[in-house]
């Protein structure tokens, strides 16, 4: 019955049809099913070969020239996506015939496996250098990836996304690579390593995301004024000047230190989140001056100090703080913050006329008993205050203590909630 229908329509909307295929197993099938069929294929925009395309390939061919068959069937391929094994032989011949017409490639290149540390062979042209066939590209995806030698790249004049996952990098070669995409408007490394230092200058970035794997030492320095959204993971040095249309920024260091940050004025800020296990205490107090309009405010840092030793937060006066957020509407505090927060001098600013106007949720993560009253005040004093507050949630984490006061802290905090039962809540 499908067939015969699929009989019974034009050629243009059979070739419409069939053209939104794009796993290389489905095309191959459908070029066996019928002359008309088959015809049909050459007309398809997309070609995508999955990881196990060719576990059971038998015969002379190789996996190289089953896709360089396919490719060379379709009359303008724009997008093609490929997750097997392939070699830069291979891949050479596939975007010299395809390239001008390609827009989108997505390789999972694998070189790193391929090439251990040392032992990389520069005799021949490599997996990168043959993506500059493909001069027309506006999206490319590459997983996998060894550049410690500067791709031999014209410019991607056309190039608005790039995304590497799982790369070793050196940084030369990863900063001329970005050179030759100059009108990038979306960039993601993820999971990179080998980067020590990187500066990046793109005019039109919009959408930036950039996770370096290792130390947590590296240094980054970013120019690019349409900037909307930012995430840095791994740096401990960040410097980004131009922050006019920045919305969304997000910097966290799992394994190292954060020393320095350096932002102009955070004017368009409505969500800031700063994660690690150290932070330095001017780096701190500037970001959190800088983001005086934000709008929903996570902090997960567990200590301060500019050096080895892990110190506590120095004390935060609530009333100031809120003053200088007069925008915020939703707070995550986690442990050493809300710690400040809750100083027994914290509070002893606090007038009649004084409101946090906009908070609407909160959410408090909380370890430790110590200060169970200052505490207790605080908690009380952001439900008073906070005239349009809907949610609260107190996380009660890892609290581990022989003490009764443990016990009484957290009587404390169910009565809590019980007097406010509409509003806060214990997880």
Request: aromatic share 10%; hydrophobic share 40%.
């Amino acid at each position: 019955m499908g067939f015969a229908l699929m009989d019974s329509l034009p050629d243009a909307l059979v070739q419409c049809i069939l053209g939104h295929m794009a796993n290389a197993r489905d095309v191959a099938t459908c070029t066996c099913v019928s002359k008309r069929w088959k015809d049909s294929m050459p007309y398809l925009k997309s070609l995508y070969f999955p990881r196990n395309s060719f576990e059971n390939l038998n015969g002379a061919d190789s996996s190289d020239n089953v896709v360089f068959t396919m490719i060379s069937s379709v009359v303008k391929l724009e997008q093609l996506v490929v997750y097997c094994p392939f070699s830069s032989a291979g891949l050479a011949s596939w975007l010299s015939y395809a390239g001008p017409s390609l827009r989108h490639l997505e390789l999972r290149m694998d070189n790193i496996s391929e090439h251990p540390v040392g032992f990389e062979d520069n005799s021949k042209p490599s997996k990168l250098d043959c993506i500059a066939y493909a001069k027309n590209l506006e999206s490319l995806k590459l997983w996998g990836v060894l550049m410690t030698h500067t791709p031999q790249w014209d410019f991607f004049q056309s190039l608005r996304n790039l995304e590497i996952v799982g790369a070793r990098l050196e940084d030369p070669a990863l900063s001329i690579a970005l050179q030759a995409c100059p009108n990038l408007t979306h960039l993601l490394l993820l999971g990179c390593e080998g980067v020590r230092s990187v500066s990046i200058e793109l005019p039109h970035l919009e959408q930036c995301k950039l996770d370096f794997y290792g130390w947590g030492n590296c240094s980054l320095s970013l120019i690019s004024p349409k900037l909307e959204s930012l995430e840095v993971q791994g740096c401990s040095w960040i410097r980004v000047r131009e922050t006019q249309c920045l919305r969304n920024l997000s910097i966290a260091n799992s394994a190292g230190r954060v020393y320095m940050v350096d932002f102009g004025k955070l004017a368009s800020l409505e969500f800031l989140s700063i994660r690690g296990v150290q932070w330095c205490w001017d780096a701190i107090s500037k970001i959190l001056q800088w983001a005086s309009e934000v709008k929903h405010l996570y902090m997960k840092v567990e200590f301060t100090g500019d050096f080895e030793a892990l110190l506590p937060f120095p004390e935060i006066d609530f009333v100031e703080f809120f003053n200088s957020h007069p925008k915020l509407q939703k707070f995550d505090i986690h442990g050493a913050m809300f710690a400040a927060l809750c100083q027994k001098n914290s509070l002893k600013n606090v007038d009649s006329s004084f409101m946090i106007p906009c908070l609407e949720e909160v959410l408090i993560t909380v370890r430790s008993p110590l200060n169970a009253e200052q505490k207790m005040s605080t908690l009380e004093s952001l439900l008073k205050y906070g005239k349009n507050l809907k949610s609260m949630v107190v996380k009660i984490l890892q609290m581990k203590s022989n003490h009764s006061s443990v016990d009484d802290f957290f009587e404390d905090i169910c009565r809590f909630r019980y007097m406010n039962r509409k509003i806060v809540r214990i997880e």
